[in-house]
């Protein structure tokens, strides 16, 4: 019988923890929006969108990077969710 508990208590945690993660993601999920759209705005106050371009914001290219950041941070929750591990 006790064995059933600590099954149904483990399963319950996990469920917890899944719940968690996905909050998680739909949070980043937002930040990548704003970042998206800071970018965007950046980009047309400097008239510049291509990355290859000396004038190209130092602040977009930080956006930029940040946005990746959070991507892959993402990618490595809902493969941890998924339960198979994601190479970074």
Do not use: C, W
């Not at 945690?13 to 704003?34: D, H, W």
């Not at 759209?37 to 291509?50: N, T």
């Amino acid at each position: 019988m006790a064995n059933s508990s600590l099954i149904e208590t483990l399963r319950g945690i996990a469920a917890a923890n899944r719940f968690q993660i996905a909050t998680l993601i739909e949070g980043l999920l937002r930040s990548v929006e704003l970042l998206t759209v800071d970018i965007e705005h950046e980009e047309v106050r400097a008239g510049v969108r291509d990355l290859s371009d000396p004038t190209y914001p130092v602040l977009a290219r930080g956006l930029r990077s940040r946005r990746e950041n959070i991507e892959a941070t993402i990618a490595a929750l809902e493969a941890a969710v998924q339960g198979t591990p994601k190479a970074a």
